[in-house]
């Protein structure tokens, strides 16, 4: 498994050696150096490689179990009727919420809360640049998110997910100072984009295995739409809906 540190030290390697050897620094250093910018970039968008710190992305897989989780809410209506329809099913999911919005839905938090299901940490205010942030700023992104959470339902995340999934070592430095552990998933509904509802189901059930960790928005209209089937075919194929920490086996706050 990559790590970004050790790409580091041996690009640095590289070029001493490629020098020793007599090669030209200046023809040698851009292609090292392109090498080395285009790994960073795999691993910065890649949220499952592991490069700039460890993502929980699937569980262990011992037993035949998935977990739902929901992105950059609480939204009215999306939120509410995800609710509802989990309720319904009687299923427990997980729900990264935005600190900002938060501060704007309180009692949308606090039912997710009430109602069993986990409340994570997806930043303050999802910035469209917030992986250019230095550390300081990231930390204080997520701090901010808890505060507000905490204020709605009484308890301080642990789990972050990291906005558009991207990471980078100022991030990995947030997290680790907040003591927060990140998480990711195995499937990507991509709901953002696919707004067909039949394209949207043979995705996200197209290869589901155990330990599997959906990830969906709670601002997608087809999500809303798909749910009740999808939750019926998964409990028809025999597996087990769990909450996300405790298919992952983690503790979900302070």
């Not at 839905?105 to 205010?125: K, M, Q, T």
């Not at 969906?216 to 920490?245: C, M, N, S, W």
């Amino acid at each position: 498994m990559l790590k970004h540190w050790v790409v580091t030290y041996v690009a640095i390697a590289v070029m001493a050696a490629l020098v020793l050897l007599g090669v030209n620094f200046w023809l040698a250093f851009p292609a090292v150096l392109l090498a080395k910018l285009g790994l960073d970039a795999w691993g910065a968008i890649n949220v499952g490689s592991n490069y700039y710190m460890n993502v929980l992305c699937k569980g262990a897989g011992g037993e035949k179990a998935v977990a739902l989780s929901f992105d950059d809410g609480p939204v009215n209506g999306g939120t509410a009727e995800i609710l509802d329809i989990l309720k319904a099913q009687q299923v427990p999911a997980a729900f990264f919420f935005i600190g900002n919005r938060v501060a704007e839905a309180p009692g949308l938090v606090r039912r997710a809360h009430e109602e069993g299901h986990l409340i994570g940490n997806h930043s303050y205010a999802h910035q469209t640049l917030f992986d250019l942030l230095p550390t300081s700023k990231m930390k204080q992104e997520l701090q901010k998110a808890n505060d507000a959470i905490e204020a709605a339902a009484g308890v301080k995340p642990l789990l972050f997910r990291p906005p558009y999934g991207v990471t980078n070592p100022m991030l990995a430095r947030a997290v680790k100072a907040g003591g927060f552990t990140p998480v990711g998933w195995s499937i990507r509904s991509l709901d953002t984009v696919i707004k067909e509802e039949d394209q949207l189901f043979e995705r996200v059930t197209r290869k589901i295995s155990p330990g599997d960790i959906f990830l969906f928005h709670d601002t997608a209209a087809a999500t809303a739409k798909i749910l009740p089937a999808l939750i019926k075919q998964l409990k028809r194929e025999g597996y087990v809906l769990k909450r996300l920490d405790e298919l992952l086996k983690i503790p979900a706050y302070a």
